[in-house]
């Protein structure tokens, strides 16, 4: 019968006796473990550069951690303020306004349009009709998500105007308010900007905002024409 041990065998009995080297310390000082640079470590010498080199990692993430969270609270407090300032617009010409000044000067993105959906022209702001809209984007207004990635020219003209040759990515979302609808894009000269997977609850947070002020202040503006 052979005695000879593989090293499977020997790894389990290590893993069911935790505290084998405890009643054995005299092994870790003669155990020895090749190193990359050529020389050997002893065992304990490899475990304490293991450690070093798991803190270090640790470290690391804890770093971006702390980073990520910034991030957060960073847009977190912008996004408060254009709520607030959303709400606070006492007019259709100050809620353009202020959406476009925190979008281009909080949140830097480079371009931005605002398109609401009638049949007749406003007296205020950028409109277009439903088939107008349907023509260009398709059912963009029926959709529950929002477009993302690299338009076609033609989308972008709509949507940019002479803006859009600079464009190389966009993200698009339709709100839905009380007898008013509308678009909100964004673009970014980046084609890589807005993915099919970019993140848009910021956008459907300003399209719920947008929903629910703009009827009023539209009405508002177009009955004072």
């Known amino acids: 019968m052979s005695t000879e041990l593989d090293a499977q065998a020997v790894a389990d009995f290590l893993l069911s006796q935790p505290d084998f080297f405890v009643q054995h310390d005299e092994l870790l000082q003669q155990l020895s473990i090749p190193h990359e640079c050529g020389h050997s470590l002893s065992l304990l010498q490899y475990q304490t550069q293991r450690l070093r080199l798991r803190n270090a990692e640790l470290t690391q993430q804890m770093q971006h951690m702390l980073e990520v969270a910034r991030d957060n609270e960073r847009l977190f407090e912008q996004t408060r303020r254009l709520v607030l300032d959303l709400l606070d617009a006492d007019s259709f010409e100050a809620l353009v306004g202020a959406l476009d000044d925190h979008l281009r000067h909080v949140f830097h993105v480079p371009f931005t349009s605002l398109i609401l959906l009638s049949d007749a022209p406003l007296a205020v702001g950028r409109s277009a009709s439903q088939a107008h809209i349907e023509a260009a984007l ?82 508002s503006a177009t009955a004072h024409a």
């Open 138 to 219: 398709g059912d963009i207004l029926f959709r529950e998500g929002t477009l993302c990635g690299v338009l076609r020219e033609p989308e972008l003209a709509f949507l940019f105007g002479p803006e859009s040759p600079s464009i190389g990515s966009a993200a698009v979302i339709a709100f839905h308010g009380d007898q008013l609808q509308g678009l909100l894009a964004v673009g970014s000269p980046d084609p890589n900007h807005y993915r099919s997977n970019f993140g848009t609850l910021f956008l459907r947070n300003i399209a719920d905002i947008l929903s629910r002020t703009l009827p009023a202040l539209v009405k």
